[in-house]
């Protein structure tokens, strides 16, 4: 007779956790409700439980669970009246006892029943589970877990989610299994490695849920074309990593998947046709065939139209490698992408096949598309013109009073430019016709505004409206946006004034915007305007703010990568000359007399009245202020632009990129800024079979010369570069310095440098740097300098410059958890090439006198 008869669970459960009393004497026969009876207890001893009486119990759910050492026999136990056996064993990762005379008739719940059961390899096949809808982690993390199911009734199950996830060794037919009411069959085979059964006929039309179904599954290969998945919305990592996976899915209706993300990430063997797939309720492929290294299929009639994002989609694959990938899949990328450098090289692809990009987006509707297939009708207004969708909108007007009868706009959106009306009417402004024969009506100048006002993501000049502004007369309409501009706080007043300034315009907008993000983009689109380019290059140089920096360095590489430069190239071709002539110099006139303005030797700029012979110190008060403005304004930027100058000047020394005569002569002879460089700088020659022919200096006159004053003919066959010390002999660098003392001519650079560095083993000056401990501010100002990009990780910062030839440079500093900026950090140097080449000594050798001298570590090298 037992000692104990507890009336209900929490009687039974003060017992449980009395390590003293022996379960064998507790008579169970009253209870019911067994859920989570041992949660509390430390028990180690479980004898006894074996003759339990549980007759009567109906909730077992999670009973034994995280009990790591229960692995008692409870096969004679009743179990004829148990609904739940929810989470029953999860935990118990010795449990391996047979189960097999269990009555499971009217358990409905069996979720993680089993779940971490790791030892847990019995036979359950006898079992009747036809009550059961939920059998989610069921087997979850079974590693030995391997007897067959297939006489289970599971016809009224419902999930399926992670039910063998993780059973690395089952391989067991399922085939006769009816499914047909599952709706979740997420991870169900998650990690079963050994898994390779036919489940082609089962009915898996009610299931929505797919995600990593064979996730890992790396050998499984069995065809699934008879599958209904019409219901499905998500297969993110469905295929995953199942390497010899490679059965037909063409057939299969996928019209309501949303998710595909690594859908065939690391599918090693899968390359079928998806051609017939119907993809217009997708929103992201993320990585969907990434490292799917065999996958080659024609992709090109996949409607994206809801995609929002694919990055990685097709890296690693014969598509990518082969430039296949489908145009729409490059479109989508680039208005997608989060990673703005990335777009750089899409919008080359698009621009270069621009109607076939086109056409297959034409038909789609999200406005991402929409906006960007405007985007493009209106950068590409000639190339597109037969094909574009809003044909019937562009109209030839023949008089003002044909626009004014034709032009229709927005009444909603009409509503929020009503300012205009305001400004017009009390600056009393009025726009006239080309031939200043009439006032034209506001009308026109707002649905030039609404135009502009509609646009979103993209910021671009609406080529269809020249169509309108051609008939107006430029004076007056400039006059009209720029006081639209001045007297409003809007974006739309500030974007049409900047699409339609003139320089003397834009001096006055980057005064008032200077770094904004909007105005940016606005001088990004002037790219035939060599002043607001160089406006924009001083946003990039100067500002020291990480967030518009980053902007401006994004607009004008996509600018560079059009030109085909590096980015510090763009640099030169942009430096203004602020309308001074070849010798520096700029005549104007206030008054009737005449004023010079012009460039000095030592980069001063003076104003000298040529009338009265004398250099004026400053700026008379009697001119005129749009006069006095530009002075001020070129006094300050040419300083400012002669110092981000000799920063490019030192990335040419370093990558030693030759020039063709052409472009040199236009950057370092013809603009009158640059021209000082060229005379304080030493040149290398080359014929046009790029052989060194002599070095020389540019004396300023259009002459030039060597060390010993001989004079030195080009011919526009010729290349040029910097001279290094990897150029010329010991020497000739001897006698150049010599020249320039001579002249007493002062280089902006030090081409020749006097540190004692053995060029031949840059091994033990590298060494040498290594470690070296620097205050982690200068480590970032040293970077921002050089315009060195910056990965910022998780306990690593990593500063890297990479040149034409993708020789790198790389400073890594390593800290923990984080860094501040007046902390001390050690740094590791190394040189590398990203395509495995060999780095060039040139490349090492003047990055290493730049940490040495701009981190004052010269005293290492006595």
Same mark, same amino acid.
């Given at each position: 007779m037992c000692k104990y008869k507890p009336k209900d669970k929490e009687e039974l459960k003060r017992l449980v956790e009395d390590n003293n009393i022996y379960l064998g004497d507790i008579d169970t026969s009253l209870i019911t409700d067994m859920s989570n009876l041992f949660s509390k207890t430390n028990r180690k001893d479980y004898s006894g439980i074996e003759n339990w009486n549980t007759e009567n119990v109906i909730n077992m759910e999670a009973v034994f669970m995280i009990l790591k050492n229960f692995n008692s026999d409870i096969n004679n136990w009743n179990v004829s009246k148990v609904e739940n056996m929810k989470k029953m064993f999860s935990g118990c990762s010795k449990f391996n006892q047979p189960l097999d005379k269990w009555d499971t008739s009217k358990v409905n719940d069996m979720g993680g029943m089993f779940l971490a059961c790791k030892e847990f390899n019995q036979d359950i096949n006898s079992w009747n589970v036809s009550n059961v809808t939920d059998m989610s982690n069921m087997?979850?993390?079974? +590693?030995?877990? *391997? #007897? !067959?199911?297939?006489?289970?009734?599971?016809?009224?199950? +419902? *999930?399926? @989610?992670?039910i063998f996830s993780g059973c690395s060794k089952f391989n067991q037919p399922l085939d006769k299994w009816d499914i047909s009411k599952v709706n979740d069959m997420g991870g169900m085979f998650l990690a079963c490695k050994e898994f390779n059964q036919n489940i082609n006929s089962w009915n898996v039309s009610n299931v929505r849920n797919m995600k990593e179904m064979f996730f890992n599954c790396y050998n499984f290969n069995q065809p699934l074309d008879k599958w209904n998945v019409s219901n499905v919305e998500n297969m993110i990592c469905m295929f995953a990593g199942a390497y010899n996976f490679n059965k037909s899915l063409n057939d299969w209706d996928i019209s309501n998947v949303k998710y595909m993300l690594s859908m065939f990430n690391g599918a090693g063997s899968f390359n @079928? !046709?998806? *051609?017939?797939?119907?993809? &217009?309720k997708l929103e992201n492929m993320y990585s969907m065939f990434y490292n799917a290294i065999m996958f080659n299929q024609d992709l090109s009639n996949w409607n994206l139209d809801n995609v929002s994002d694919l990055a990685f989609a097709f890296e690693e694959t014969p598509l990518k490698k082969n430039n296949k990938i489908p145009i729409q899949f490059i479109i989508a990328e680039y208005v997608t992408a989060k990673n703005k450098s990335s777009k750089i090289e899409q919008f080359e692809i698009i621009k270069n096949n621009v109607k +076939? &990009?086109?056409?297959? %987006? %034409?038909?789609?509707?999200?406005? %991402?598309y929409t906006d960007f297939r405007i985007m493009l009708e209106n950068e590409f207004y000639r190339e597109l013109s037969e094909l574009k969708t809003n044909n019937n909108e562009v109209l030839n007007f023949i008089s003002i009073e044909d626009i004014e009868n034709s032009i229709n706009y927005d009444k909603k959106n009409n509503q929020k430019l009503n300012f205009i009306d305001d400004i017009i009417k009390e600056k009393e402004i009025k726009v006239l016709t080309k031939d200043k024969s009439k006032i034209i009506g506001i009308k026109i100048i707002k649905y030039i505004y609404l135009e502009y006002y509609n646009l979103k993501k993209y910021i671009y000049k609406i080529q269809t409206l020249d169509n309108i502004i051609n008939f107006l007369d430029e004076e007056s309409f400039k006059n009209c946006i720029r006081e639209i501009y001045i007297n409003s706080q809007k974006d739309v007043s500030v974007l049409v004034c900047g699409v339609y300034a003139d320089d003397n315009m834009l001096i006055e907008m980057y005064n008032r915007e200077n770094s904004s993000l909007l105005f940016m983009k606005i001088l990004a689109l002037h790219t035939d305007s060599k002043f607001a380019l160089s406006l924009l290059y001083n946003v990039f140089a100067r500002n020291k703010k990480a967030s518009i920096k980053k902007e401006a360095i994004s607009l004008l590489n996509f600018i560079a990568e059009k030109m085909n430069l590096e980015l510090y190239e763009l640099g030169f071709k942009v430096v203004y000359d602020f309308g001074l002539d070849k010798r520096g110099e700029k005549i104007i006139e206030v008054n009737d007399n005449k004023y010079k303005i012009s460039l000095k030797n030592n980069n001063a700029v003076e104003l000298f009245d040529i009338n009265n012979k004398k250099e004026l110190k400053s700026i008379p008060k009697y001119f005129p202020e749009n006069i006095k403005e530009e002075i001020k304004h070129i006094r300050k930027e040419i300083p400012n632009i002669l110092k981000s100058q000799n920063y490019n000047l030192i990335k040419i020394l370093i990558s030693g990129k030759k020039y063709n005569y052409k472009f040199w002569k236009e950057i370092f002879i013809d603009n009158p800024i640059m021209n000082k460089y060229a005379y304080s700088l030493i040149w290398n020659l080359y014929d046009e079979n790029m052989n060194l022919k002599t070095s020389f200096r540019y004396l300023g006159d259009g002459s030039y010369t060597d060390y010993d004053d001989n004079n030195v003919v080009m011919d526009e066959n010729c290349y040029i570069n910097l001279s290094s010390v990897f150029d010329l002999t010991k020497e000739d660098i001897a006698k150049w310095k010599?020249?320039?003392?001579?002249?007493? %001519?002062? #280089?902006p650079i030090n081409q020749f440098p006097i540190i004692n560095i053995d060029t031949s083993d840059f091994n033990k000056v590298i060494e040498k740097l290594k470690n070296i401990e620097i205050v982690y501010s200068s480590l970032k100002a040293f970077a921002s300098r050089y315009s060195m990009n910056v990965i910022y990780k998780f306990s690593e910062s990593i500063f890297y410059f990479e040149d034409f030839k993708k020789d790198q440079f790389i400073i890594k500093i390593e800290f923990q958890e984080y860094v501040n900026n007046g902390d001390i950090v050690k740094i590791n140097i190394s040189f590398t090439n990203s395509e495995n080449k060999t780095v060039e000594n040139r490349f090492i050798y003047y990055w290493l006198v730049l940490m040495i001298t701009d981190l004052k570590k010269e005293k290492l090298f006595y």
């Open positions: 087997f979850c993390l079974c +590693e030995k877990f *391997n #007897q !067959p199911l297939d006489k289970w009734n599971v016809s009224k199950v +419902e *999930n399926m @989610k992670r @079928k !046709p998806l *051609n017939k797939w119907n993809t &217009a +076939e &990009a086109y056409k297959s %987006i %034409i038909n789609y509707n999200n406005k %991402i010599m020249h320039l003392n001579d002249y007493e %001519i002062f #280089q």
